[in-house]
């Protein structure tokens, strides 16, 4: 499908769709990068899949959709967001077509934006193209909603070299595929260099060197029976390692955070709070000493902050965390997480030697956005 710009127009529009938080951490850099050079449009579609979420992290970036659909609903099912996002951004792109729609990763809100545009013949730039973990069942639906909106795809923004190569492989012809780095790296540069101390109240009790674990479990594989062994884990460890605290900020799912503040709520030495504005968690990355997470967008935060991360998935789209020395894959399994932890808090040489190994940054430098922007102005030259 070709970016089809006409003559006269000075501008290319571009439509940035977001949905939930990670969504708008990764794609703030892009909308930043794009709006502060000459030569584009920029409109924000939020479907608003997550609403407080979405907003604390625009907040941040002192950004604002421009269309906010606000679909939201508790215990939304994934037809019902499908749906809705089709829906609303198939009758916004009707409202005002742009040029080209970018969306972000693999969430519904990605998938149903790039069908929606799609069925209107406008081209689709993705991403965090080419993530795989060649496993459908997990993460669910996570790998459907990548491989879906690759095959949509008419530009694909591939974080890593192995990205790349994934994509290759499904056929994607490879020089129309752009290695970028990881948006999220840009965001994290962008925010490190302001953060000095957590304004969160809850975590004053975290300063002055206190040692302490991270935790943050949401995705759909870890409801139920491994989330709550995940809990028990985090458990055994503390009472082992009684110096430590753990901070663990509770997504908004309420399926989430029932099981977490059922068995976490009267721990000594936890502290549960909502979910964190982007700078106290970036402080929490960087101040921890340990992070347990089946976070995506952690794995990269972790690696670029040279942390340990217990990843609490049975197979990660992001081997390059393990590569680089970072990410351990842990699963679900109670005496696996406690026994890494342990190996990692007990003998402080081991945890140096660790973090000693762990060099560069797989997921790029912080350029990614000005990358996307370069490539896009190719784009908007060579149509013109
Ligand atoms: C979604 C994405 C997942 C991504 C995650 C990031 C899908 C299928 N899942 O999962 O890929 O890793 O976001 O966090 O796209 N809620 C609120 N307020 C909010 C956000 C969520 O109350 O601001 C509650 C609502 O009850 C909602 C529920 O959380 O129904 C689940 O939200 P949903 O977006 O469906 O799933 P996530 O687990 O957040
Ligand atoms: N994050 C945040 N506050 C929190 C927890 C996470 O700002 O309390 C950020 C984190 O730094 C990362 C993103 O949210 O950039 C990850 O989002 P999430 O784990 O919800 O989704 P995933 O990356 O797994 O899709």
Redesign the pocket.
Known sequence: MQIAKKKHEAEMKVDVVI????EAIKMAPVILELRARGGFSVRVIATG??????NQALNYFSLTADVNLGI?????T?DY?ASAVLQGVGGTLDADRPDVVLVH??????LSAAMAAFYRRIPVGHVEAGLRSHDMSS?F??EM?RVLTDRIASLWFAPTELARRNLVSEGVPADEIRVTGNTVVDALHRTIKCVSAPKESCMSQLLHGVPFILLTA???ESWGVPLERICEALLEILRQHGAYRALVPM??????RDTISRILGKAPGVILCD?LDYPDFVWAINSCKLILSD??GVQEEATALRKPVLILRDVTERPEAIEHGSGVLVGADKSLIMAEADRLLSDPAAYAEIVARCDGNPFGDGTASAKIADALSGVHKLAI
């Open positions: 949905g939930t938080r990670p899949q997550h609403a407080e979420m979405l939201m609903r508790r215990e939304q994934l967001i990763g693999d969430t519904t809100t990605t993460p639906p996570e909603n949401h995705r759909r997504h908004k799912n309420p399926v989430v979910p976070s995506g």
